[in-house]
């Protein structure tokens, strides 16, 4: 069982030694990264390229750590023994599995992806720590034991909202998705849009990197906006030269409304531009 | 041979701690990646050791250093070039003539040689040219530059496609915890520094005490409770104008996160040193300020007080009655700063100068002591000690 990338998901070297690495040692990996560099997609094209089922838990700030074992209804069985429904007397009636226990009992090793877990509260993550570790846990109501017949791949990814605990952590492999390089890039937009003209990426690029590199800038555009701004250049037949334009009264890109979130970071990008061009121009 | 690299990242205060080893040992027995190819056993490593990006910098130096058998003084004086320095700024580009024309200048070790040197030569930063260590240049130190030989420094990819190793790249330098700080940050550092408690209107269902109550008495009884809310509370005093000018940005971003971050917080003004007086609008502070002892006396002594400031003064501003550069101060600013520490137990200073530069201060010497150490320096680093500090 390895993965390797698939054919609409770059994955680079490291990443993939580190997921491989979880894979084999049967232990969650977290992954952090930029917001737009793919940490919910890694899950799905691993699902994708091992060929299992993908279980995703979307995590908000009210999400419990017993939502993802099981939840029990206590207020229905309230009612319905009140309308003395033959159901009440089964306790089973009332528990719903969470997406834990759906996991757990897959009868093929499926992919388990906890989105975004610092979004809930800095208990949760301690919370979960023995049943992640031991992937088992016990059901109060029942009196039984659950526990893996496959232990999930278990993927984890992070905003960085809050920190992780220490003990949580260290159970864990550990990815940093960085900003891939222009070569990287490349590859990505290729399996993206494979008929896109090439001196047109090139002029994008050198736009794009350009644009990140900004001091000061407020949001820096990711390879999600990248990707969007180039499929606006390609509906727009934009040409490659007037990417490459010099004259300073155009020297925000067209379409920059793709790249660039917000009217503070457009201003601050036209003086920034215009400096630096004007220095180039003497350097040369 | 690996318990040595193990026992530097230790040294190095990374947080790596033995069950992590084991699970390194773990992957490398079940052969998760071919054990002689040092860049995948490179990911394996930082993967298995590293939990946090901030790290990621420093491991990148300890396996470099580890691994290489490079020299101590090396390894720090690539460290110590500062980052400005390579900003990407008007880069050149050179055609393949012009790299043909550049010549190499000897083997590795000459060039760590030479680069030592002018590292001393050289004092300011510089741009283009083909000598001095800067960016865009032809030399063969710096980053953004051509030379075939070249070292790069602080360089974020390999632009030329000559790149060393993986892990001398630092791609994660502006990740280092120590460097970089912008509101969010902040903001997860300030969160150390919470104590939910129930208080107040009962605004919510308890849905577990009504499911019981209602049990224990046969009719459906809903039970209320109040929202669960961050109950801390803040006072935060910001030190502005002369020496502070240089760390606007900072306190800026210091304020605005702390403001979103606690409900309860209340800010004033002062320069230099605590007097008695402060002021909550810089405009009018003249006319319009607040008495300390007011302050004193208004904020119950479950405040926790922030102090922001360079405490960069003459020392007589601190000890001395009249020593304020402003004005007449009938009594010291320590007496001032005394009063304001009896009062509220949880009391911390965040400076913005890095903290190697303290001792060589007088006034910030004696406003460490007056705070019983409890001066932190103003990074991601610093604010999360100091939150601890608030919290016990």
């Known amino acids: 069982m390895k993965f390797e990338g698939t054919s609409s998901y770059i994955a680079t070297e490291d990443l993939k030694v580190a997921v491989n690495a979880a894979i084999t040692l049967e232990r969650p990996i977290i992954v952090k990264g930029e917001p737009g560099t793919g940490k919910t997609m890694l899950a799905h094209e691993v ?21 993802g074992l099981y939840e029990y209804d206590a207020v229905t069985r309230l009612r319905d023994s009140q309308l003395g429904d033959e159901k009440v007397k089964d306790i089973k009636n009332y528990i719903s599995k969470g997406k834990l226990w759906n996991a757990f009992e897959s009868d093929k090793r499926p992919v388990l992806l906890i989105d975004e877990i610092d979004k809930a509260d800095i208990e949760f993550p301690n919370d979960l720590l023995l049943e992640l570790d031991k992937m088992e846990f016990f059901v109060y109501e029942t009196g039984e034991t659950i526990k893996a017949q496959n232990r999930p791949i278990v993927i984890i990814t992070s905003n960085n909202e809050k920190e992780l605990p220490d003990a949580f952590l260290r159970r864990c492999f550990f990815h940093y998705i960085k900003f891939p390089d222009p070569n990287t890039m490349e590859e990505i937009v290729e399996v993206h849009y494979p008929d896109i003209k090439k001196d047109l990426i090139q002029e994008a690029f050198k736009i794009f990197y350009d644009i990140r590199e900004v001091p000061g800038i407020k949001k820096k555009p990711s390879t999600s906006e990248l990707i969007d701004w ?45 400096i630096s061009r004007r220095e180039n121009e003497n350097v040369e | ?274 007097y008695d007086a402060v002021w909550k609008d810089n405009n009018r502070r003249y006319n319009d300020n607040i008495k300390t002892w007011d302050v004193l006396h208004t904020y119950p002594s479950d405040y926790k007080v922030i102090f922001v400031g360079d405490a960069e003064m003459s ?17 010291s600013g320590e007496t001032w700063l005394t009063r304001m520490l009896n009062v509220y137990e949880n009391a911390i200073w965040l400076n913005p100068i890095p903290e190697r530069y303290w001792d060589r201060i007088a006034s910030t010497s004696i406003i460490k002591q007056i705070f019983s150490d409890r001066m932190f320096p103003l990074t991601i680093e610093g604010i999360d000690q100091a939150m601890r500090e608030l919290n016990k």
């Open chain 2, 1 to 274: 041979m690996f318990i040595n690299f193990f026992f530097d990242l230790k040294q190095a205060s990374l947080p790596v701690s033995l069950k992590e080893y084991l699970m390194l040992m773990e992957a490398m027995n079940k052969r998760v990646v071919d054990s002689f190819n040092v860049n995948d056993f490179y990911y394996l490593s930082r993967s298995a050791l590293v939990k946090d990006e901030r790290y990621l910098d420093k491991f990148d130096r300890v396996f470099g250093h580890s691994f290489k058998g490079l020299e101590n003084p090396q390894g720090e004086t690539a460290k110590e070039i500062p980052e400005e320095w390579l900003k990407l700024m008007g880069q050149k580009y050179l055609t393949d003539e012009e790299k043909k024309m550049i010549e190499s200048l000897g083997g590795w070790d000459k060039l760590m040689e030479t680069l030592k040197q002018r590292l001393e030569e050289q004092k300011k930063r510089h741009q283009g040219g083909s000598k001095w260590i800067g960016t865009g240049g032809t030399s063969p130190f710096g980053a953004y530059g051509y030379n075939p030989e070249g070292i790069r420094i602080g360089q974020k990819e390999g632009k030329n496609k000559k790149a060393v190793k993986v892990w001398d790249k630092r791609e994660f330098s502006n990740l280092d915890g120590d460097v970089e700080l912008g509101t969010r940050n902040i903001k997860i550092a300030l969160r150390r520094l919470r104590k939910f408690a129930r208080e107040g209107a009962e605004t919510e269902l308890d849905l577990d005490n009504t499911i019981k109550s209602t049990a224990h008495k046969g009719y459906i009884d809903v039970k209320m409770m109040p929202e669960r809310r961050n109950k801390i509370k803040v006072l935060l005093f910001f030190d502005v104008g002369g020496s502070m000018d240089a760390h606007v940005k900072i306190c800026e971003e210091l304020f605005s996160a702390a403001r979103t971050e606690f409900k309860h917080m209340e800010y004033f003004y002062y320069h230099n040193c605590l």
């Open chain 2, 315 to 331: 020392p007589y501003e601190i000890t001395y009655p009249g020593g304020s550069v402003e004005f007449w101060n009938e009594e």
């Open chain 1, 230 to 274: 180039l499929k606006l250049l390609m509906t727009d037949d934009v040409d490659a030269k007037i990417l490459r334009e010099k004259d300073p009264k155009k020297l925000i890109p067209p379409l920059h409304g793709a790249l660039l979130k917000n009217e503070q970071d457009v201003h601050l990008f036209e003086r920034l531009a215009f």
């Open chain 1, 47 to 67: 699902a994708k390229s091992l060929d299992a089922e993908i279980i995703t838990w979307h995590i908000k700030s009210t999400t419990k750590a017993q939502q």
